[in-house]
């Protein structure tokens, strides 16, 4: 427990709490900040700590680990595209993306296109001058990895990272053939 006259005898000094609070906005922003730039530190870092393949190669290891933590709450280990895009709409603009989704039906089937005009990970790799884009260790990679686990068929047909206004991705239920 803190003392106060023991602490006032040792000469040290309460420094006192600023008059001002930092705007809830504000802490939202740092806090997208850090979450944004700790994936594209562990990136990086694995890359420098084990060299170019191995470095990637865990990190992969570890983002499929991060999915498969994520997908274990799910009914069944996976819900239908049209809920995750339900639930990427909430979620989100939280991490501080911008993004629509659109649903069609073509030819009897779902297809919902995403629009993601604001990318924390892309703003924050900019301010920290990386030197790959974000979009091609992160997005890439969710997106072969949501083939390879029958998730849906992703397609990313535009990307931000390349110059593009907006990331887009059109997506379908997971079809066996």
Known sequence: MF???????????????????????????????????????????????????????????????????????????????????????????????????????ENGEDVYCEHVTKCPFLETAKKMNVPESPCDFLCNYDVELAVKDKRGIWEIRSRMGDGKGECQFRIREWKDE
Request: proline share 6%; glycine share 6%.
């Open 3 to 105: 003392n106060l006259q023991h602490a006032l005898r040792r000469e040290v000094c309460i420094l006192p709490k600023p008059e001002k609070e930092m705007p809830v906005e504000q802490q939202r922003q740092i806090l997208r900040d850090q979450v944004a730039s700790a994936q594209i530190n562990l990136y990086f870092d694995l890359k420098k700590v084990l060299g170019e393949k191995q470095g990637v190669e865990i990190f992969r290891k570890l983002y499929d680990e991060g999915i498969q933590r994520i997908r274990s709450r799910f009914p069944g280990g996976k819900v239908p595209v049209g809920e995750l895009m339900k639930r990427e709409l909430v979620s989100f603009p939280v991490l501080g993306f911008e993004l629509a989704v659109e649903h069609q039906v």
